[in-house]
């Protein structure tokens, strides 16, 4: 069996799946302490069960991507070599960051040696600073790691944790890379209690599968795996609704995906049954990263949002969520309520949902159960605008899918999947605004949770050669080798085939079950005076995210 965990800013769902259907579901509201939330959450759909027959466990988090959000980073050091071209100084982050000499070039030749006493003396102020912390990038590390190893080496010592850039990203963009680098060092106290608490409640439990998060990009990572990059599970909530997706309705057509939830609606497109994504790095608050991830979109509208009317007269839904609906106890009107009142949902005191239409009817001059209507046509719309600023935007560039680029397409929705537990209430009025079919899945309020259990691993690597120097460099996976003035391109993609092979098998997966696209690829000649002097090659592949063999849910 798999047991699949989605941990959300307000409450946890789980699943327990076998021979590919999902045999126990519950959902879980969030308590003051994790392990609190995660026992409650095991215990709704493993009681009674073999913890032995459990061999798999896959969880997606917000957490990482709340802490990003709210600016509840841990403080972070950077310490940052430079390269001909831009000063890295432009792109300061956080609290203690440091330029220090050192260089090399676009070939990744060492160009000045790094300076030991400037880095000493980097290290000294960010720890005097109280900072715990710290991450290390040089502009060409990607083609060659010898300087960020070298710093690495230096500073280890005076930081529980040291974030080498190299080993997060292996393109070449270097402000992506830096704020890649810090907030890997940044997260890494949420990430290491985050990880510490599953690992405590499974171990409570007996559970000793192997155990994996989500990522961003629609695949998992093993938890062991994650310590090293723990910024990557930053947006797995809005990849595990397109997993759900995918797992739970098999769509093959061109799709928009919302899922509703109590805070957000997140929403994820389908080009013709496959995901678009963010090949080169999603934007996280005000960070700019390399994270490769699905294309997603997440805005401020919930079942619990906040309803009022402004001083205008003018009804307003969102951003914020001041806790549950008035039907449940909370302090201000949501659609929710709304939705309770027009007896959409059997659920809460209906008199105290009532008396929070009243409140919102009275300035409108309506009733409230034309209020509540409004409430949930105006959030159907809301939801209908700020998806056509998403095609829009999808429409205006080159459509990246998992699978490939395409130019020239164009991204037309043919039907709606509507997740979340507001589903059923809140898809005819989306239907109703886009003008378009739509479908609930069954299991739609914990689609998430199944979207991550029924993940596939995923991972990625850049190669760069250059027979000139005699070397290929795999920054993700730390290695440089010496190849020959002939190595080609064919002898490159079967050594970055051979890698990306071993770094999924490392992390659990089937080498049956691995399909791979090669996202990046260029060779062009070296020439020096007239004369060819040797080859550039730089690879990326990736292991394409999808849905594991052995999930056999046909209920769609």
């Known amino acids: 069996m798999i047991l699949g965990l989605d941990v959300g800013g307000t409450q946890t769902d789980a699943v327990l799946v076998r021979d590919g259907h999902v045999v126990a579901h519950g959902k879980t509201v969030n308590r003051p302490h994790l392990i609190d939330t995660l026992k409650t959450a095991l215990d709704a759909v493993l009681d009674g069960v073999d913890p032995a027959s459990v061999r798999r466990v896959v969880f997606s988090t917000t957490l990482a991507t709340n802490a990003i959000v709210e600016d509840h980073l841990e403080p972070a050091g950077m310490i940052v070599t430079a390269g001909p071209g831009m000063d890295p100084a432009w792109f300061s982050v956080g609290p203690g960051y440091h330029v220090v000499p050192g260089c090399m070039d676009h070939r990744g030749s060492e160009v000045t040696h790094i300076d030991r006493e400037a880095v000493l003396a980097a290290s000294a102020a960010i720890r005097k600073q109280g900072i715990g ?17 070298l710093v690495g080496q230096l500073i280890s010592d005076s930081y529980s944790y040291v974030a080498l850039g190299h080993l997060f990203s292996g393109s070449l963009n270097f402000p992506r890379r830096i704020a890649t680098t810090y907030l890997n060092a940044a997260l890494h106290g949420v990430h290491h209690r985050f990880v510490s608490a599953l690992e405590e409640t499974l171990a409570r439990r ?11 990009d629609g695949g998992t990572v ?10 990557q599970t930053a947006q797995s909530g809005p990849a595990a609704s397109v997993m759900g997706a995918l797992a739970l309705d098999g769509c093959k057509e061109t799709a928009l995906i919302l899922d509703v939830g109590g805070t957000t609606t997140d929403m994820a497109l389908l080009l013709d049954g496959v995901p678009l994504c963010v090949p080169r790095g999603i934007t996280l608050g005000e960070f700019r990263t390399s994270i490769r991830s699905l294309l997603t979109r997440s805005i401020g509208l919930g079942g619990d949002s906040r309803v009022r009317v402004d001083e205008k007269g003018n009804l307003r839904i969102g951003p914020m969520r001041e806790g549950v609906a008035v039907a449940f106890g909370g302090p201000v009107p949501t659609p929710t309520d709304a939705m309770i009142v027009l007896r959409l949902l059997e659920a809460g005191d209906l008199a105290a949902a009532r008396r929070a239409m009243e409140a919102v009817a009275g300035p409108l001059n309506l009733h409230p159960l034309a209020a509540a209507e409004r409430i949930l046509t ?55 605004v886009f003008n378009l079919p739509y479908r609930i899945p069954h299991f739609h309020d914990v689609a998430n949770a199944v979207g991550a259990a029924a993940a596939r691993v995923t991972t990625e690597v850049t190669l760069q050669a250059d027979t000139q120097r005699g070397t290929a460099v795999i920054p ?18 079967c050594l970055a085939k051979e890698i990306l092979i071993r770094r999924a098998t490392d992390e659990g997966a089937n080498p049956a079950d691995l399909e791979f696209a090669v996202t990046e690829k260029e060779e062009f000649n070296m020439v020096r005076g007239g004369a060819r002097v040797g080859r550039n090659i730089r690879l990326k592949l990736t292991i394409v995210p999808g849905i594991i063999p052995d999930w056999a849910e046909k209920e769609y």
């Not at 007996?206 to 990522?215: E, F, N, Q, S």
């Not at 429409?395 to 998992?402: A, E, F, K």
């Open 476 to 493: 993700e996976a730390g290695i440089e080798t010496p190849i020959r003035r002939d190595f080609n391109l064919d002898q490159a993609l």
């Open 378 to 432: 105006r959030m159907a719309k809301t939801i209908a605008l700020s998806a056509e600023a998403f095609l829009h935007s999808v429409n205006s560039r080159p459509v990246y899918t998992i699978h490939e680029v395409i130019e020239g397409a164009k991204v037309t929705p043919e039907v709606l999947i509507v997740l979340g537990g507001p589903a059923p209430m809140l898809a005819p009025y989306l239907s109703a």
């Open 206 to 216: 007996g559970i000793t599968a192997p155990r994996y998060l989500l990522k961003p």
């Open 222 to 231: 093993s938890l062991a795996g994650s310590y090293r990059f723990p910024a």
């Open 133 to 149: 912390v710290a991450g290390v990038a040089g502009k060409f590390s990607v083609r060659n790691p010898l300087h960020e190893l």
